[in-house]
């Protein structure tokens, strides 16, 4: 197992990753993901254009904040059908803290509901496992 700290903005999601489930532990969020873009200069990336990496979690630490909307696809996501109505998904609550906090902003393919999902997420800390 690999721990990669930091280096969030090195990531792309966008309409390529795919999320599972997310898992709530503790202060921990946890989401499954798979194809995840590398950009050059993060640690996984020895090359100059984007890579992608095929699975790893996404470990928000400190979690303070989980806010998802959903846009359930009519359809398969690339069929062009479009979208259901989307709706608002608030993790929580979670036991706050004085320590400095990071938003964070993922956008990609949530696996159940099969949806567009953007995200905003506030910790403490963010690190990759592979």
Request: aromatic content about 14%; glycine content about 8%.
């Amino acid at each position: 197992m690999t721990i990669i700290s930091g280096y969030f903005d090195e990531l792309e999601f966008w309409d390529s990753c795919y999320f599972s489930k997310p898992i709530i532990k503790n202060t921990q969020l946890i989401i499954p993901s798979r194809n995840i873009g590398l950009y050059e200069g993060h640690p996984l990336n020895n090359t100059d254009q984007l890579t992608i990496l095929q699975s790893g979690k996404l470990i928000f630490s400190g979690i303070q904040r989980s806010e998802r909307v959903i846009g359930e696809y009519l359809g398969e996501p690339n069929s062009g059908k479009g979208f259901k109505p989307s709706y608002t998904i608030v993790d929580g609550p979670f036991r706050q803290t004085d320590e400095p906090t990071t938003k964070f902003f993922i956008e990609g393919i949530l696996e159940e509901p099969l949806s567009y999902v953007t995200w905003e997420i506030e910790s403490v800390s963010f690190h990759l496992e592979v």
